[in-house]
């Protein structure tokens, strides 16, 4: 397990350790994940625009529409079932 420290600036240093299991170079963006106990860093992976018309309504939902929050917290729910036996 490697370790690290919260700077004054609120910066975290990922060990080079594991920056060269990833292979993760300089410039890499992430995402910051809130796991309810701690933050889950994943890479963030580019993927090709999508223009709106290539994609609306290719999902079906069935059923009564959701909102935003409620999906927030569904994926919220989701990540946290994920990583809870992880720790």
């Known amino acids: 397990m ?15 350790v594991l920056r060269e299991i990833h292979q993760w170079e300089v410039g ?5 994940i809130d796991t309810g106990d701690g933050i889950l860093l994943k890479p963030k ?5 999508t223009a709106l ?17 409620e999906m927030e917290d569904a994926i919220r729910r989701g990540v946290e079932e994920t990583w809870h036996d992880r720790r």
């Open 53 to 69: 018309d290539a994609v609306a309504g290719c999902l079906k939902h069935n059923g009564t529409p959701v909102s935003l929050e």
């Open 45 to 49: 992976t580019p993927f090709a625009e």
């Open 28 to 32: 890499q963006e992430f995402v910051a």
């Open 2 to 16: 490697e370790t690290t420290t919260l700077s004054s600036d609120g910066q975290v240093t990922i060990p080079q």
